[in-house]
Nanobody, 120 residues
């Protein structure tokens, strides 16, 4: 069972930047896809960014051009670089590790979550 430990997050002013990290235990990290998802108060959890085992990425329209997902397989870590942050980005951010099974994305492990607050 792969375990995920998140770091980063915090309070930042609008227009600022933060980087989230998600470190995985185990030796099979590189074969999995990774996602960042977020949940704002009173809202459903939403997908923010996805990176495949091969390094292909896709993003929610709301973060395109501002957020970058990346992975370092040598460090078993996925990152979310968040620039030009807006108050609407305030949420708890979760990383997850998963794979597609019969065209459905199946999550195998979740990070513990990190609060990101964008406020002046």
């Amino acid at each position: 069972q792969v375990q995920l430990v998140q770091s980063g997050g915090g309070l930042v002013q609008p227009g600022g930047s933060l980087r989230l990290s998600c470190a995985a235990s185990g030796s099979r990290f590189s074969i999995y896809d990774m996602r960042w998802e977020r949940q704002a108060p009173g809202k459903q959890r939403e997908l923010v960014a996805h990176i495949t085992s091969g390094g292909s990425t896709n993003y929610a329209d709301s973060v395109k051009g501002r957020f970058t997902i990346s992975r370092d397989n040598a460090k078993n870590t996925v990152y979310l670089q968040m620039n030009s942050l807006e108050p609407e980005d305030t949420a708890v951010y979760f990383c997850n590790l998963g794979e597609y099974v019969n065209s459905f994305y199946v999550v195998r492990s979740w990070g513990q979550g990190a609060q990101v607050t964008v406020s002046s």
